[in-house]
């Protein structure tokens, strides 16, 4: 066993040596390279060579021709080219493939630290492959451990360091200054300590799917998974709690999070507890998947999120015949917060009727509106909520693709969509267009929502954070895995459901 511990350790040492001979590839996303695409937008190829690329596998290599076949837009074959393998290319800094317990370690892109949420949706379209091919299965187990170990360290965390065990060094924050946080936090370990609820949804997400894509569950048994998974449990639980007690006293918070900043989407109300709820089954968070601040700490994606996965938690534990008792629990916690968001993360709008609010307080409060980054409103379909049929989210989706009644939608010149306080005004996310599209049943506007982000890469044949409605060479972020592996599932489905579309 150490032998292959350490052949496994050298293996992962080897390969970020191989990587760091190799151009930055946040430089080298902002250049575009030969060979381009024969269409109008003449997408460039911005995959590196293969020695360059951090993890290699014929699976994938593979399914690119397949699906290439099957798309006779030459921008878009280059396109899905690129985006597709973007995070296996781009993203594995560290992986022990170790057989019995393998890690791994994904950056989210130009930002060199792994994001809870967005490492489990880097993943995800790579899930299909991972029953046929065991070293992509490794790479995805390992990140469950790696997920595993994240949690059980700091519940509290929404983007982690690099292990000391990978040799890597942990990246510079420069906003995680001026802070205070309770509980503490290791910046060595912790890259950023902003809690965000759709954390624990995601890690359940990405375990839940790789134990139905491959039948392993031997990961369960292992003291680091069991244990981040009871701990998660438990602080859903007192996250339900009110603010105020039945004698209107204060109860203990929880986590609190204040930074002596210009900005309030960086900081939290409440001197960092939060702005004040009742109890209404929904669990609280400090902050969107945007990093951005909540105004009222019920975020409902984030709810309904974590009721779906804590359902799909549920039943694999109960399938395995494993954690009796944390599978109940999951599917108590479940029911609550489904209640929570059906009975108060709506309201009644006067010109679209009944429809989910963004944010909530039990108290009648909310705030409507919806933001680019997933859990979002829009994206209730499909992270499993409702069915995209469902009334309340039909006249939502009508009211957040509405530049009039949504306050972060935007339209211009070159594309229109959701945008974020994160980025500002006038700044469409190709997210948001990829996730309308992956949530439309009409082929023309799922069409659209092709052609738009396809227009609007810069000339760079990636997908960027946001983009300038007007001026799409205005962007944030060259390189950006997660939107890349979103996109690409989006092309999946348009050519599963509207074969020939592109």
């Given at each position: ?101 393998p890690y791994t370690f994904l950056v989210t892109g130009d ?89 624990f949804a995601s890690f359940f997400q990405i375990s839940t ?189 009508r009211m957040i693709l509405s530049p009039d009644d949504n ?96």
């Open positions: 066993m150490k032998l292959v511990v350490g052949l496994s350790l050298l293996l992962s040492r080897v390969l970020v040596n191989a990587v760091a001979n190799c151009p930055s590839y946040t430089d080298y996303s902002s250049t575009p390279h030969e060979p381009y695409s024969t269409g109008r937008y003449r997408i460039p190829s911005m995959r590196p060579p293969p020695e360059c690329r951090t993890f290699n596998t014929p699976t994938i290599e593979q399914a690119i021709i397949d699906i290439n076949s099957l798309i006779s837009d030459p921008d878009w074959r280059q396109l899905f080219s690129n985006v597709f393998p973007n995070t296996l290319d781009t993203t594995v800094a560290w992986h022990n493939s170790n057989s019995s317990e930002i060199t630290a792994q994001w809870i949420r967005d490492s489990t949706n880097q993943m995800l379209p790579y899930i299909p492959y991972i029953s046929a091919d065991d070293d992509l299965a490794k790479l995805v187990l390992g990140l469950v451990n790696m997920q595993a170990e994240e949690l059980l360290g700091y519940p509290y965390g929404n983007a982690f360091q690099p292990p000391p065990r990978s040799g890597l060094t942990p990246a510079e924050n420069g906003i995680a200054v001026d802070l205070s946080v309770d509980p503490p936090f290791d910046n060595s370990t912790v890259f950023e300590a902003k809690f965000e609820l759709d954390s799917a790789y134990w139905r894509a491959t039948g392993d569950y031997q990961f369960m048994y292992s003291k680091s998974w069991s244990n981040a998974m009871a701990t998660v449990l438990t602080t859903i639980r007192r996250l339900q709690e009110p603010t105020y007690n039945s004698k209107h006293q204060l109860n203990r918070h929880l986590v609190q999070y204040t930074r002596l900043t210009d900005s309030p989407t960086e900081t939290q109300f409440g001197n960092g507890i939060g702005n004040p709820v009742r109890y209404t089954g929904m669990a609280k968070t400090l902050f969107r998947p945007s990093d951005d601040a909540t105004i009222f700490p019920f975020l409902i994606p984030a709810n309904a999120y974590l009721s779906v996965e804590l359902s799909n938690l549920s039943y694999m534990l109960t399938s395995i015949g494993v954690y009796s008792e944390q599978a109940d629990f999951a599917k108590k916690l479940a029911a609550e917060i489904r209640q929570g968001v059906l009975q108060h993360g709506t309201t009644v709008h006067p010109k679209y009727g009944r429809v989910f609010a963004y944010e909530t307080d039990g108290y009648g409060s909310t705030l409507v509106m919806d933001d680019a980054n997933g859990p979002a409103l829009l994206s209730l379909p499909y992270l499993g909520f409702v069915s995209t049929s469902d009334s309340t989210y039909q006249n939502t989706r306050p972060w939608y935007f339209t211009g010149m070159y594309i229109h969509g959701i945008g974020s306080p994160h980025t500002g005004f006038l700044k469409v996310w190709p997210m948001a267009v990829a996730m309308r599209g992956l949530t439309s049943t009409n082929k023309t506007e799922v069409m659209e929502c092709l052609d738009q982000l396809k227009a609007t890469t810069s000339g760079l044949g990636l997908m960027h954070e946001s983009v300038n409605v007007n001026k799409p060479a205005e962007y944030t972020r060259s390189w950006f895995a997660w939107c890349n592996s979103l996109v690409s599932q989006l092309v999946f489905d348009a050519l599963n459901r509207f074969p020939g579309i592109i």
